[in-house]
């Protein structure tokens, strides 16, 4: 039995990141993913990722990309084929099975592009920081403006 980790230190020093505790809370969950298709994620500057998944054996139209509240979903589906149920295999190492894959992405993370080599899916995301979320200098003037008579 896994004890919970304390979050209480977290709370004293951070404000705002309440729901950090949820998403580590989420990950660690036993309900795990399957390890297919394997994966890789890459940092390719401060703020562009990508995501490579190796999709032997699927075209670019038995594969779906999208993104719902903060989650990166790719699935795989395999058309059923007559003729295959017939092949008989020695060793049959390539899956080609349907697949569901799901990322959490962190706030203002958006994909801005996929594409395909060699067996690889790849996809690239990148954090645009909106305007209003970015740091500000704030001006000392002396005077309170909440107190200020008209």
């Given amino acids: 039995m896994r004890n919970s980790p304390d979050f209480s230190p977290l709370y004293r020093s951070f404000i705002g990141f309440d729901h950090l505790a949820g998403l580590i809370d989420k990950a660690a969950r036993a309900d795990k993913q399957s390890s297919y298709p394997p994966f890789n994620i890459e940092l390719l500057s401060q703020d562009k990722y990508r995501v490579s998944m190796a999709v032997a054996g699927f075209s670019e139209q038995e594969l779906d990309i999208e993104t719902k509240q903060n989650n990166l979903i790719v699935t795989g589906t395999k058309p059923v084929i007559k003729d295959q149920a017939e092949k ?62 008209s």
């Fill in 88 to 149: 008989k295999f020695l060793h049959q190492g390539i899956a080609e099975r349907n697949f569901e894959r799901k990322f959490q992405l962190g706030d203002h993370v958006k994909v801005i592009g996929a594409f395909m080599e060699d067996g690889l899916l790849h996809i690239d995301l990148e954090r645009e920081i909106p305007e209003a979320l970015k740091p500000r200098k704030i001006a000392i003037n002396g005077k309170s403006l909440l107190n200020a008579e």
